[in-house]
C-alpha cells in the first residue's frame, strides 16, 4: 500500500501530554487506527476512530482526524512511564491494514 | 479469552530447512491476516484470508505459503527459509469486512523467527 507516514522519535516527560501524528493515505478507509506495541509484545489496538468524526476522546487519549489533510493525531494526556512503546497509526488499503513505521515514544521521569 | 495464539513463540531454522507457523484464534472471526515486522519497515502484510476457504496474496507474499484450514486456523509455512526471511511474524484476525466497512484487526504475541 501507499505509505502512511508518522515521526519515528518522541520523547516527553512524565506527566505532560503527548502528540503523536501520522499522515495517511487511503481516503475511503471507514475507521482509522492507533496500535501500541511495548517491547517484545504483540500489537495492541488502542483506540480507533470512525472516518466521518473529527474527534474521540477515550480517557486519557484524544484522537483527531482532518479528513481534508489526511492527518491523524494521537494525544496521551499525563503521560507515564508506562506509556513508553510503538505507536503505530494506520488507515486500510483492500482488505489489510495499512501501517505506518510507528513512533517510538520514551517517557522520561 | 486467549484471542489470537501463535506457535511457536521462538524459532532458529538454517537456510534451505522448512517450517509452518501456526495461528488460531477463538473470536469467530472470518477473516485472518498474516504480517512481517522488521526493524524500520513497519508491518507489512504477507497473505490474508477474507474468509474460510480463500486466500490472497499480500505485499510481500513471496517464499511464503498459507493455509485456510478452517475458520479458527490459518497457518504460514516457509518452503525453504533464508535469511532474508528473519523476521517477527504476526498473526491477525477480524470481523468480515461489510458494505466496504473495514473492522478492527486483533494481533497475536508474535513468531520470532531467526534464520542463519
Known amino acids: 500500500g501507499e505509505d502512511v507516514e508518522q515521526s519515528l522519535f518522541l520523547s516527553v516527560r512524565e506527566g505532560d501530554s503527548s502528540v503523536i501524528n501520522c499522515t495517511y493515505t487511503d481516503s475511503s478507509s471507514t475507521y482509522l487506527y492507533w496500535y501500541k506495541q511495548e517491547p517484545g509484545a504483540g500489537l495492541q489496538l488502542l483506540t480507533y476512530i470512525f472516518s466521518n468524526m473529527d474527534m474521540k476522546q477515550d480517557q486519557r487519549l484524544t484522537v483527531l482526524l482532518n479528513k481534508k489533510d489526511k492527518h491523524l493525531s494521537l494525544r496521551i494526556a499525563d503521560t507515564q512511564t508506562g506509556d513508553s512503546a510503538i505507536y503505530f497509526c494506520?488507515?486500510?488499503?483492500?482488505?489489510?491494514?495499512?501501517f505506518g513505521k510507528g513512533t517510538s515514544l520514551l517517557v522520561t521521569p | 479469552n486467549a484471542g489470537v495464539t501463535q506457535t511457536p513463540k521462538f524459532q532458529v531454522l538454517k537456510t534451505g530447512q522448512s517450517m509452518t507457523l501456526q495461528c488460531a484464534q477463538d473470536m469467530n472471526h472470518n477473516s485472518m491476516y498474516w504480517y512481517r515486522q522488521d526493524p524500520g519497515m513497519g508491518l507489512r502484510l504477507i497473505y490474508y484470508s477474507a474468509s474460510e476457504g480463500t486466500t490472497d496474496k499480500g505485499e510481500v507474499p513471496n517464499g511464503y505459503n498459507v493455509s485456510r484450514l478452517n475458520k479458527r486456523e490459518f497457518s504460514l509455512r516457509l518452503e525453504s527459509a533464508a535469511p532474508s526471511q528473519t523476521s517477527v511474524y504476526f498473526c491477525?484476525?477480524?470481523?468480515?469486512?461489510?458494505?466496504?466497512?473495514?473492522?478492527?484487526?486483533?494481533f497475536g504475541d508474535g513468531t520470532r523467527l531467526s534464520i542463519l
Open positions: 494506520a488507515d486500510y488499503s483492500g482488505y489489510a491494514l495499512n
Open positions: 491477525a484476525s477480524s470481523e468480515a469486512q461489510v458494505n466496504g466497512g473495514n473492522q478492527p484487526q486483533h
